[in-house]
C-alpha cells in the first residue's frame, strides 16, 4: 500500500496447528480457535508462546485479541525462541502451543502432544514473495527480484512444493492460480 513493493505473488500456503496434551486438559479437541483459546484461558491450561516477535508470535496474538485480547496466567509462558525449541519446551511442561505444520511435522516422532484444533480457516498460513520497488530503494536489483518471483510461481517450482513430503505428509500447498 505504500509503495514499496511492485509486485506481490502467492505462492504457497500450510497451516497452523494448536497442539495439546492427549488428554485434553482444556477440552478442545475438534473446536475452532475462539472457544479453544477461550478454555484454555478459562481452565488456566498450560500455554507455551514463542513470546519473539515472530510471525507465528504475531499470529498466536492476533488469535487471543480475536477472543478479547491475552490476558497472562501463571502456566502462560514465553521462551523468546524458535519454533523447535518452544514446542520441545511445550512438550516437557505438556502444555498446549500454537504451531506451523513443518515443525511439528518434523518434530513429532520426538514429542507426545497432538493436534488437538486444526482445519480452522483463521489458521491458513500463506507465503507470497515481494518484487521491491527500485523507486523507493536504489539498492534493489529488480530485474533479478522479478526472475525470482518468476521462477517461484513456475509450474515446475509449483509442482515441486506441491511434492515436498515431511513424513509422507504435504508440507506446503501451492497457491491456486488465476486463470484468464
Avoid at 17 to 33: E, K
Avoid at 62 to 75: K, P, Q
Amino acid at each position: 500500500e505504500a509503495g514499496h513493493a511492485i509486485r506481490r505473488d502467492d505462492v504457497m500456503y500450510n497451516t497452523f496447528l494448536l497442539l495439546g496434551p492427549t488428554t485434553d486438559p482444556a477440552g478442545i479437541r475438534g473446536q475452532s480457535v475462539g472457544p479453544s483459546l477461550t478454555a484454555i484461558c478459562r481452565n488456566q491450561a498450560r500455554f507455551v508462546s514463542r513470546g519473539d516477535n515472530s510471525g507465528t508470535h504475531k499470529r498466536e496474538l492476533a488469535l487471543w485479541e480475536s477472543v478479547g485480547g491475552l490476558e497472562t496466567w501463571s502456566h502462560y509462558v514465553e521462551t523468546g525462541r524458535g519454533m523447535g525449541q518452544t514446542l520441545i519446551t511445550a512438550n516437557e511442561m505438556q502444555a498446549h502451543v500454537l504451531c506451523d505444520r513443518g515443525t511439528f511435522l518434523k518434530l513429532r516422532d520426538k514429542i507426545s502432544l497432538v493436534p488437538l484444533v486444526e482445519g480452522d480457516p483463521v489458521l491458513h498460513n500463506s507465503y507470497g514473495v515481494l518484487v521491491v520497488n527500485p523507486d523507493k530503494h536504489d539498492s534493489v536489483n529488480s530485474l533479478l527480484a522479478t526472475r525470482l518471483a518468476d521462477y517461484l510461481v513456475s509450474d515446475p517450482v509449483q509442482h515441486k512444493i506441491a511434492s515436498f513430503r515431511i513424513h509422507g505428509e504435504v508440507l506446503f500447498h501451492p497457491h491456486p492460480r488465476d486463470t484468464p
